[in-house]
């Protein structure tokens, strides 16, 4: 269900703080690679940029969708995974209000690192192939439409330089890899918060650690490091840029990439996108950016 799309589905231009930052990353990147020198011993490096995915990417959420001036923009994942009876919790007929009241429960009363996975548990015993079909739908019909536009400038440019774009959300695993053929990039880049998936291929309530939430991204991001180093023995990993829109659930892993020394002496570039003031530990350590426009209709 998609309400009140309006002005938002008017195609819009990147803002100007993202040609800027695109044009910085890619200048500490070459910058590396000056200082190699005309004849390198050892392998071209390989560049990484790692993105969180809601709120930094998409203008809403993909598990919990968007209400502006409390009205429904688009529906989440969550209530539609519901709805098409993929929860062995709530029911389809009046099931999305009593997750709703379960769900704000244990995020305002528990904390995120309770609510957070709850929403993929609520599908344990469903197909994961079936989930992730209904999320690539919701992706192609609508939630790619709510991409910003300049994230979507700055993740184009960089993978057109050959900087690996790498996503750690703390939606689920089974939502945001379905978002992958709309960014055209490798599913395998996309990471949140991940089941075990039992051998009939379907959704068990086991969470596989790290969660993929506050200090679990950057534990995530260091593992993700570590297995590229193995893929490329002979090449220096290198994270040149991290994008976020959360203190609370961003801060940790864009502070590594942040405090990170690059080959060259410069410093990698980190957004912090319509996150507001920055708490004290965080003050001057990255760039605060606003951003509105959305893509609209895709291309």
């Known amino acids: 269900m998609v309400l009140g799309l309006g002005a938002l589905l008017q195609s819009a231009e990147p803002e100007p703080h993202a040609e ?4 910085d990353i890619l200048a500490a990147r070459d910058g590396i690679l000056a200082a190699r020198g005309p004849a390198p011993s050892a392998a071209e490096p390989v560049f990484l940029a790692v993105w969180d995915f809601d709120g930094t990417i998409l203008h809403g959420d993909c598990s919990e969708g968007l209400v502006e001036n409390d009205r429904p923009v688009y529906a989440g994942l969550a209530q539609l995974c519901i709805e098409r009876g993929l929860s062995s919790v709530y029911r389809p007929e009046g099931g999305v209000a009593e997750f709703w009241k379960d769900y704000r429960y244990l995020d305002e009363r528990v904390g995120h690192w309770l609510a957070y996975p709850f929403i993929p548990q609520i599908l344990r015993g469903a197909g994961a192939a079936e989930v992730r079909t209904l999320a690539r739908e919701h992706f192609t019909a609508v939630l790619r439409r709510f991409y910003y536009a300049s994230s979507l400038h700055m993740l184009r440019g960089l993978e057109a330089a050959g900087v690996h774009n790498l996503i750690i959300s703390a939606s ?17 880049r996309f990471h949140g918060i991940a089941l075990r998936i039992d051998v009939a291929g379907r959704l068990t309530s086991d969470v596989l650690p790290p969660l993929t939430w506050a200090e679990g991204k950057r534990a995530k991001l260091l593992e993700l490091i570590a297995a590229y180093e193995d893929a490329y023995p002979k090449s220096d990993v290198i994270v040149l840029a991290a994008f976020g829109n959360s203190y609370g659930t961003d801060g940790a892993f864009l502070e590594h990439v942040a405090r990170q020394p690059l ?9 912090m996108i319509n996150g507001g003031a920055a708490p004290e530990r965080y003050r001057e350590l990255f760039r605060e950016v606003e951003q509105r426009a959305v893509v609209g209709s895709p291309d």
Do not use: I, K, M, W
């Open 20 to 23: 800027a930052a695109l044009r």
């Open 263 to 271: 080959p060259s002496g410069q410093r990698s570039v980190v957004l």
């Open 172 to 188: 689920a695993d089974v939502f945001v890899d379905a978002a992958a053929s709309t960014l055209n990039l490798p599913e395998e």
